[in-house]
């Protein structure tokens, strides 16, 4: 089984001939194709399962707090007291309209799709879009958790499976042709190994600056390309943080992953 889906990873060396926005879009375009049918076929079912153990649940948990209140509304009576409580109505209402809510929706979910054909289209269209904007976004955002994690899958298909499982030489391809992901790739920044006290991340350029955050040792930040020398000639670089906090770390602890 292993060795057939790693012979899927073959249709990737063709798409890295293209450029990577059109690679981005092309996965992302003939993604959501395939994952149509799972969707329209699955997800109804799940939905469909999620409302019948909701329903469920609540009819257990409602059945004994129901007990309660009908013990708690005797004793009332018993005392004297025959008015009958709002938040008794309030947790009565609510139990049935959970119960309405998630019946109605058990009963959608079973329901035949129609309209195939216009669901269909509009799944095309989606698609068309979503690969459109998402290069766009990858492309102009390098920084942002969904462009990092198309930058991984893409190095992890290329290195991982392409060039060391399937022995696919890439630098055999056309240079013209191959933009490769470390073009536009963040370079992740670690703290050289004599460093591993940590290291502070400061808001300005300079040792006198704001500690804003630390690194420690095992810990990767993304230089965002920009960098600065103080007056006492200490090269800045200018990262990010995994928890998105920006500010400098100085060139010397740091070395790339």
Request: hydrophobic share 45%; proline share 5%.
């Amino acid at each position: 089984m292993e060795t057939i889906i790693n012979q899927v990873f073959w249709l990737w060396v063709p798409l890295s001939f293209l450029p990577v926005w059109l690679r981005i879009a092309i996965v992302t375009y003939f993604g959501m194709i395939i994952a149509r049918p799972l969707l329209v076929g699955l997800l109804p079912k799940l939905i469909g399962w999620f409302s019948l153990l909701s329903k469920k649940a609540i009819e257990l948990l409602s059945y004994p707090l129901m007990v309660w209140i009908h013990r708690h509304l005797t004793n009332r009576r018993l005392a004297g007291c025959h008015d009958i409580p709002a938040w008794v109505d309030f947790l009565e209402d609510t139990c049935a309209i959970l119960l309405k809510g998630f019946s109605k929706t058990e009963v959608l979910a079973r329901r035949k799709t129609r309209h195939k054909v216009r669901l269909k289209r509009t799944f095309r269209i989606a698609a068309f879009v979503l690969a459109i904007l998402l290069p766009l976004a990858i492309i102009n955002n390098p920084t942002q958790a969904y462009s990092k994690t198309w930058h991984k899958f893409d190095a992890w298909v290329m290195k991982e499976k392409v060039q060391k499982t399937l022995g696919f030489e890439m630098p055999q391809l056309p240079g013209k042709l191959l933009e490769t992901v470390e073009s536009i790739n963040p370079k992740e920044l670690q703290l050289k190994e004599e460093y591993n006290e940590g290291g502070n991340i400061r808001a300005t350029p300079s040792l006198n600056g704001k500690v804003v955050a630390e690194i420690n040792t095992g810990e990767t930040i993304t230089y965002l390309d920009e960098e600065a020398t103080d007056d006492k000639g200490i090269t800045w670089l200018k990262v990010e943080t995994e928890s998105g906090t920006q500010g400098w770390i100085s060139e010397r602890i740091v070395e790339k992953t």
